[in-house]
Protein backbone atom coordinates (compact mmCIF):
# COMPACT_ATOMS: atom_id res chain seq x y z
CA UNK A 1 0.00 0.00 0.00
CA UNK A 2 1.50 3.69 -1.10
CA UNK A 3 2.34 5.44 2.08
CA UNK A 4 4.25 8.50 0.54
CA UNK A 5 3.34 12.14 1.14
CA UNK A 6 2.02 13.07 -2.52
CA UNK A 7 -1.47 14.83 -1.35
CA UNK A 8 -2.45 13.34 -5.51
CA UNK A 9 -2.09 9.65 -4.51
CA UNK A 10 -3.71 10.20 -0.92
CA UNK A 11 -6.43 11.40 -2.50
CA UNK A 12 -6.69 8.96 -5.20
CA UNK A 13 -6.80 6.68 -2.38
CA UNK A 14 -9.73 8.15 -0.84
CA UNK A 15 -11.55 8.07 -4.03
CA UNK A 16 -10.88 4.38 -4.44
CA UNK A 17 -12.17 3.89 -0.35
CA UNK A 18 -14.78 5.77 -0.80
CA UNK A 19 -15.94 4.27 -4.23
CA UNK A 20 -15.60 0.40 -2.84
CA UNK A 21 -17.60 1.15 0.09
CA UNK A 22 -20.01 2.71 -2.02
CA UNK A 23 -20.33 -0.44 -4.15
CA UNK A 24 -20.44 -2.20 -1.24
CA UNK A 25 -23.72 -0.72 -0.45
CA UNK A 26 -25.86 -2.46 -3.18
CA UNK A 27 -23.47 -6.06 -3.93
CA UNK A 28 -21.59 -8.20 -1.90
CA UNK A 29 -17.94 -7.81 -1.21
CA UNK A 30 -16.49 -10.80 -2.84
CA UNK A 31 -18.83 -9.73 -6.44
CA UNK A 32 -16.73 -5.99 -6.69
CA UNK A 33 -13.88 -5.78 -8.94
CA UNK A 34 -10.90 -3.99 -8.92
CA UNK A 35 -12.44 -3.20 -12.38
CA UNK A 36 -15.87 -2.04 -10.99
CA UNK A 37 -13.91 0.05 -8.07
CA UNK A 38 -12.20 1.68 -10.97
CA UNK A 39 -15.01 2.84 -12.79
CA UNK A 40 -16.95 3.98 -9.60
CA UNK A 41 -14.13 6.09 -8.62
CA UNK A 42 -13.08 7.38 -12.53
CA UNK A 43 -9.25 6.22 -11.96
CA UNK A 44 -7.47 3.63 -13.91
CA UNK A 45 -6.35 0.22 -12.66
CA UNK A 46 -2.64 1.09 -12.87
CA UNK A 47 -3.21 3.67 -10.49
CA UNK A 48 -5.58 1.05 -8.64
CA UNK A 49 -2.55 -1.13 -8.35
CA UNK A 50 0.20 1.62 -7.39
CA UNK A 51 -1.91 2.69 -4.07
CA UNK A 52 -2.88 -0.86 -3.25
CA UNK A 53 -2.18 -4.25 -3.23
CA UNK A 54 -5.89 -5.39 -2.99
CA UNK A 55 -9.27 -5.03 -2.16
CA UNK A 56 -9.02 -5.32 1.24
CA UNK A 57 -5.81 -3.54 1.71
CA UNK A 58 -8.67 -1.03 0.56
CA UNK A 59 -10.60 -1.19 3.27
CA UNK A 60 -7.76 -1.44 5.81
CA UNK A 61 -6.59 1.64 4.46
CA UNK A 62 -10.30 3.17 5.33
CA UNK A 63 -10.08 1.75 8.86
CA UNK A 64 -6.02 3.26 9.83
CA UNK A 65 -6.88 6.52 8.38
CA UNK A 66 -9.22 6.73 11.40
CA UNK A 67 -7.38 5.91 14.47
CA UNK A 68 -4.57 7.65 12.19
CA UNK A 69 -5.95 11.02 13.64
CA UNK A 70 -6.36 9.54 16.72
CA UNK A 71 -2.53 9.14 18.05
CA UNK A 72 -1.70 13.12 18.19
CA UNK A 73 -4.18 13.67 20.58
CA UNK A 74 -2.54 11.37 23.18
CA UNK A 75 0.60 11.17 25.53
CA UNK A 76 1.89 8.31 27.46
CA UNK A 77 1.05 11.21 30.59
CA UNK A 78 -2.66 11.43 29.67
CA UNK A 79 -3.39 7.84 28.20
CA UNK A 80 -5.86 5.83 30.14
CA UNK A 81 -8.33 2.76 29.44
CA UNK A 82 -11.15 5.25 29.80
CA UNK A 83 -9.17 7.38 26.79
CA UNK A 84 -8.74 4.60 24.51
CA UNK A 85 -12.20 3.61 24.46
CA UNK A 86 -13.68 7.27 24.21
CA UNK A 87 -10.90 7.38 21.17
CA UNK A 88 -11.96 4.02 19.39
CA UNK A 89 -15.45 5.41 19.71
CA UNK A 90 -15.29 8.55 18.43
CA UNK A 91 -13.57 7.27 15.29
CA UNK A 92 -16.19 4.49 14.79
CA UNK A 93 -19.34 7.93 15.84
CA UNK A 94 -19.56 8.73 11.94
CA UNK A 95 -18.57 4.54 10.46
CA UNK A 96 -21.75 2.53 12.04
CA UNK A 97 -22.71 2.05 8.41
CA UNK A 98 -19.43 1.19 6.98
CA UNK A 99 -19.26 -1.83 10.16
CA UNK A 100 -22.66 -3.08 9.07
CA UNK A 101 -21.51 -3.53 5.42
CA UNK A 102 -18.52 -5.39 7.19
CA UNK A 103 -20.45 -7.36 9.15
CA UNK A 104 -22.87 -8.36 6.51
CA UNK A 105 -19.81 -9.46 4.36
CA UNK A 106 -18.61 -11.56 7.43
CA UNK A 107 -15.34 -9.30 7.71
CA UNK A 108 -15.25 -8.97 11.39
CA UNK A 109 -11.94 -10.55 11.13
CA UNK A 110 -10.82 -7.84 9.10
CA UNK A 111 -11.94 -5.57 11.60
CA UNK A 112 -9.95 -6.72 14.51
CA UNK A 113 -6.88 -7.34 12.78
CA UNK A 114 -6.48 -3.66 11.72
CA UNK A 115 -7.71 -2.93 15.61
CA UNK A 116 -5.24 -4.39 16.50
CA UNK A 117 -2.41 -3.13 14.83
CA UNK A 118 -3.44 0.09 15.44
CA UNK A 119 -4.16 -0.33 19.22
CA UNK A 120 -0.63 -1.45 19.73
CA UNK A 121 0.78 1.65 19.45
CA UNK A 122 -1.40 3.27 22.53
CA UNK A 123 -1.45 0.42 24.25
CA UNK A 124 2.36 0.37 23.98
CA UNK A 125 1.71 3.78 25.39
CA UNK A 126 -0.53 3.09 27.76
CA UNK A 127 1.67 0.36 29.48
CA UNK A 128 4.69 1.93 28.56
CA UNK A 129 6.18 1.09 32.12
CA UNK A 130 6.71 -2.50 31.09
CA UNK A 131 9.16 -3.93 28.04
CA UNK A 132 7.87 -7.14 27.93
CA UNK A 133 6.73 -8.11 24.65
CA UNK A 134 4.30 -10.95 25.91
CA UNK A 135 2.51 -8.32 28.07
CA UNK A 136 2.45 -5.92 25.23
CA UNK A 137 1.40 -9.21 22.59
CA UNK A 138 -1.90 -10.58 25.00
CA UNK A 139 -2.26 -7.11 26.38
CA UNK A 140 -3.42 -6.27 22.39
CA UNK A 141 -4.85 -9.14 21.51
CA UNK A 142 -7.19 -9.06 24.80
CA UNK A 143 -8.28 -5.69 23.95
CA UNK A 144 -8.81 -5.28 20.23
CA UNK A 145 -10.69 -8.64 20.43
CA UNK A 146 -13.16 -7.87 23.01
CA UNK A 147 -13.19 -3.95 21.72
CA UNK A 148 -13.59 -5.67 18.00
CA UNK A 149 -16.64 -7.91 18.92
CA UNK A 150 -18.29 -5.33 21.60
CA UNK A 151 -18.31 -2.87 18.25
CA UNK A 152 -19.45 -5.12 15.96
CA UNK A 153 -22.42 -5.87 18.46
CA UNK A 154 -23.11 -2.13 18.60
CA UNK A 155 -23.12 -1.39 15.40
CA UNK A 156 -25.48 -4.31 14.26
CA UNK A 157 -27.80 -4.58 17.60
CA UNK A 158 -31.28 -2.54 16.94
CA UNK A 159 -31.04 -0.90 20.34
CA UNK A 160 -30.84 2.82 19.71
CA UNK A 161 -27.42 3.14 21.49
CA UNK A 162 -25.30 5.86 20.37
CA UNK A 163 -21.66 6.03 20.46
CA UNK A 164 -21.52 7.95 23.21
CA UNK A 165 -23.45 5.75 25.83
CA UNK A 166 -22.06 2.76 23.76
CA UNK A 167 -18.48 4.42 25.46
CA UNK A 168 -20.28 4.62 28.52
CA UNK A 169 -21.49 0.81 28.64
CA UNK A 170 -17.62 0.12 27.44
CA UNK A 171 -16.04 1.77 30.46
CA UNK A 172 -18.81 0.61 32.95
CA UNK A 173 -17.76 -2.70 31.82
CA UNK A 174 -14.17 -2.09 31.88
CA UNK A 175 -14.47 -0.77 35.50
CA UNK A 176 -17.30 -2.49 37.06
CA UNK A 177 -16.77 -5.52 36.05
CA UNK A 178 -12.84 -5.95 35.20
CA UNK A 179 -11.22 -3.89 37.01
CA UNK A 180 -13.31 -3.68 40.42
CA UNK A 181 -12.87 -7.53 40.74
CA UNK A 182 -9.09 -7.41 40.17
CA UNK A 183 -8.63 -5.09 42.69
CA UNK A 184 -11.45 -7.85 45.00
CA UNK A 185 -9.37 -10.40 44.24
CA UNK A 186 -6.08 -8.49 45.13
CA UNK A 187 -7.99 -7.51 48.61
CA UNK A 188 -9.29 -11.52 48.85
CA UNK A 189 -5.34 -12.42 48.42
CA UNK A 190 -4.37 -10.03 50.92
CA UNK A 191 -6.40 -11.02 53.34
CA UNK A 192 -6.00 -14.44 52.91
CA UNK A 193 -2.11 -13.86 53.49
CA UNK A 194 -2.57 -11.56 56.48
CA UNK A 195 -5.27 -14.78 58.58
CA UNK A 196 -2.19 -16.77 57.25
CA UNK A 197 0.50 -15.06 58.67
CA UNK A 198 -1.79 -14.41 61.81
CA UNK A 199 -2.33 -18.70 62.11
CA UNK A 200 1.42 -19.14 62.14
Known sequence: MYQGKSA?????????????????EDMPFRQ????DICEKSGLSRQTFYNLFD??????????HTNYMKLYRHFTSETLT????????????????DFLKLL??????????????????QLYRMYIGRTDDPIV??????FISGALSRAVFHWATADDGLSAADFA????????????????????TVSKEEADGGQVG
Not at 54 to 63: D, G, H, I, P, T
Not at 81 to 96: S, T, W
Not at 104 to 117: A, H, I, Y
Not at 136 to 141: A, F, T
Request: net charge negative; proline share 0%; hydrophobic share 50%.
Open 81 to 96: MDAIVAACVQALENEK
Open 32 to 35: ITVK
Open 8 to 24: VAARSQRWIANALVELM
Open 136 to 141: ISYGVV
Open 103 to 120: AKNEMEGLFTEEVSRNLE
Open 54 to 63: SKEQVLRFRL
Open 168 to 187: LVIRKVIHDYLLERERNDAL
